[in-house]
């Protein structure tokens, strides 16, 4: 077997040497060939391409958060190669959906070991950008907005700007054309879900799965912003739905519009402000190495 580690050395603020000095000396042990690829920040996409051609090997690990995931997943469209993640990123939501270990040794060894591979769907925005677990207009994207401009990271961070985006709150129109349905709707938010909570285990639809070939459009009509705040940063679970007026769309392609450019985040990165977004499903587009545990395939 040949292996391609894909790690972000900064992601989650994680000190990645621990682990790569263990997974190097199970790869020497099993007379397991690697390479590893660090990221650097610069023309990263570039150089994965390259020695994803060069190597050409037959599993990918990504080594990193959700950010990482989705890098090393848009990397590998469009090729065979599957690809198993190693969280040790700071929220790590994607992985948590998937019920990748958590501990990140025993996450590649599943790796290494499963003969399991399913169907990840990546979602293309726009033609040009790439989400697989959730994005979203209106109030999540202002937070989002707010934590990566500040050089402070963690709950509290987070907590400034949820705080602050939930005293900000405006109604915005929306019109949205699905597969087989117009809808002209009113919100706070839009979500657009290939999977179901955030990494801040803040559930956002109860019916994603990232591996049906479907994703979800999720409309909030008004955040109980009361709700939210008494129930504790932490620990939302789904009750939290139960208290907000929710639109669930599936489809495999949407069509949304609205009155004037919206901020639109995907997995956790702020992409700019839109006046339209055109969302489809690259059904299956990433093998993805998994495990019984998962409880989407
Ligand atoms: N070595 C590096 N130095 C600086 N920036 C980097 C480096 N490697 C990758 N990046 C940049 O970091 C971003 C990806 O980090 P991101 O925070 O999304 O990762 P992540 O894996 O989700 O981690 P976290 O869970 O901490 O958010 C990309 O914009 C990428 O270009």
């Known amino acids: 077997m040949t292996l391609l580690f894909v790690v972000n050395p900064i992601s989650g603020g994680v000190d990645k040497e621990p682990?790569?000095?263990?997974?190097?000396?199970?790869?020497?042990?099993?007379g397991i060939d690697f390479q590893i690829f660090k990221t650097s920040g610069s023309e990263d996409d570039v150089k994965l391409k390259a020695i994803l051609k060069d190597y050409n090997p037959d599993r990918v690990v990504s080594v990193g958060g959700d950010g990482t995931t989705l890098f090393t997943s848009i990397g590998l469209l469009n090729t065979d190669i599957p690809m198993g993640i190693v969280p040790l990123g700071s929220a790590n939501g994607m992985a948590v959906e998937l019920e990748v270990a958590q501990k990140p040794i025993e996450a590649f060894k599943d790796i290494l070991m499963s003969n399991i591979i399913g169907d990840l769907d990546v979602l293309c925005v726009n033609d040009t950008h790439y989400?697989?677990?959730?994005?979203?207009?209106?109030?999540?994207?202002?937070?989002?907005?707010?934590?990566?401009?500040?050089?402070?990271?963690?709950?509290?961070?987070?907590?400034?700007?949820?705080?602050?985006?939930?005293?900000?709150?405006?109604?915005?129109?929306?019109?949205?054309?699905?597969?087989?349905?117009?809808?002209?709707?009113?919100?706070?938010?839009?979500?657009?879900?290939?999977?179901?909570?955030?990494?801040?285990?803040?559930?956002?639809?109860?019916?994603?799965?990232?591996?049906?070939?479907?994703?979800?459009?999720?409309?909030?009509?008004?955040?109980?912003?009361n709700i939210l705040i008494s129930a504790g940063l932490s620990s939302f679970d789904e009750t939290f739905l139960d208290s907000q007026n929710q639109t669930v769309?599936?489809?495999?392609?949407?069509?949304?519009?609205?009155?004037?450019?919206?901020?639109?985040?995907?997995?956790?990165?702020?992409?700019?402000?839109?006046?339209?977004?055109?969302?489809?499903?690259?059904?299956?587009?990433?093998?993805?190495?998994?495990?019984?545990?998962?409880?989407?395939?």
């Open 19 to 30: 682990f790569l000095k263990e997974a190097k000396a199970i790869c020497t042990n099993y």
């Open 131 to 225: 989400c697989i677990h959730i994005g979203d207009v209106g109030i999540n994207a202002a937070i989002v907005n707010g934590y990566e401009k500040d050089e402070n990271r963690g709950m509290a961070t987070y907590a400034k700007y949820f705080i602050e985006a939930l005293s900000n709150v405006e109604p915005f129109k929306m019109k949205i054309e699905c597969n087989t349905s117009m809808h002209e709707l009113q919100g706070v938010m839009l979500g657009i879900c290939n999977a179901r909570k955030y990494g801040t285990g803040v559930p956002l639809n109860l019916d994603g799965n990232p591996m049906d070939g479907v994703f979800e459009l999720v409309i909030l009509e008004k955040i109980n912003a």
């Open 249 to 297: 769309l599936s489809t495999s392609e949407a069509k949304i519009s609205f009155n004037e450019p919206r901020l639109l985040q995907l997995d956790g990165e702020v992409i700019g402000e839109f006046e339209s977004i055109h969302v489809k499903v690259l059904k299956g587009a990433v093998k993805l190495i998994s495990t019984k545990r998962n409880g989407y395939l």
